[in-house]
Structure formats: structure tokens, C-alpha cells
């Protein structure tokens, strides 16, 4: 029997530019059809970096495939986004974008990491479980679509 190999391409990430935003706009109306951040919420947030947000890219060959986005203020940070094109989700892209950021919250120095995950999204609530992120509440119709968001939390002094 013949022993089959899979190999995972190589992800580089890096910090977020405003040259990038044509890449990842198109992956953010891929990803969230209903609920799109614009192009100038993006730049807003690329305007407060570094000084309160840390946002990434994760490419694969070249190409920018995903992205993640922090706010950090105090000792609270809010994961603002984080999004993966389809066909490379399951490929630890996700997993490698979330720590970025539990890494950069930690070095700003929070103590604790938000975020909001639609409550359609098992997949999605299921990575952050592993994380360390527990539920704290439900915000009934956050979405533009009506749909409910899954408040979370994780500690980072544990």
C-alpha cells in the first residue's frame, strides 16, 4: 500500500495594508454577503492602526486569503473580524489569524478578548470554543439579515 502524502501550503501573514484592501474587500462580501463592512470602515480601521487596532493578512503563494482584525483599548480587546476564503478554511488559516491576535492582545496588554459570532455559524463558534472563548450572551437581531450574534469572551489571564 501506497502512503499518501498532503501537504499544506505555506501561510506567511502579515500586518495589513491600505494596498491590500482591494483583496480583501472582495473576500469580505464573499464571506459576509448580508453584512459587508464597506471599503471606508475598512480604512477607518486601517486609520487607527497602530494605535488602538492590529489587522492581518494571511497569504498563500502570493495571494491574500484571509484576514483578522483587533481593537485593543485598556485591558479589553474585541476580535472586529476575522475571515477566510472558502476554498482555504480547514487549513489552519483561521487558527494562525485568531492567534495573531490573542498574541497582539496579549502584548497590548488586555486581559480580556471579545467578539460576536453569528449564531448561524457553528464552525465558527465551534474554533473560538477551542480558543479558550466562552458564551456569555445573545444579542437578539444584531446582524443586518436579523440574524442573532453569539456574544463571547476569553481570558487571557488563565
Do not use: C
Request: aromatic residues 6%.
Amino acid at each position: 500500500m501506497t502512503e499518501h502524502v498532503v501537504s499544506r501550503p505555506e501561510v506567511a501573514l502579515r500586518q495589513m495594508t491600505y494596498d491590500d484592501l482591494p483583496a480583501v474587500m472582495e473576500i469580505e462580501r464573499t464571506t459576509f454577503p448580508t453584512d459587508a463592512w464597506s471599503e471606508a470602515m475598512m480604512r477607518g480601521e486601517l486609520a487607527d492602526q497602530p494605535r488602538t487596532r492590529h489587522y492581518v493578512v494571511a497569504e498563500v503563494g502570493g495571494r491574500i486569503v484571509g484576514y483578522a482584525g483587533l481593537a485593543a483599548a485598556g485591558d479589553q480587546a474585541d476580535v472586529q473580524t476575522i475571515a477566510v476564503l472558502a476554498e482555504h478554511r480547514r487549513n489552519g488559516i483561521g487558527t494562525a489569524l485568531m492567534e495573531a491576535l490573542l498574541t497582539e492582545a496579549v502584548r497590548r496588554g488586555a486581559v480580556s478578548v471579545f467578539l460576536e459570532v453569528r449564531a448561524d455559524n457553528p464552525p465558527a463558534q465551534a474554533m473560538y470554543e477551542r480558543f479558550g472563548f466562552r458564551r456569555l450572551g445573545v444579542r437578539r437581531r444584531y446582524y443586518d439579515d436579523g440574524t442573532d450574534a453569539i456574544t463571547m469572551v476569553k481570558d487571557l489571564r488563565a
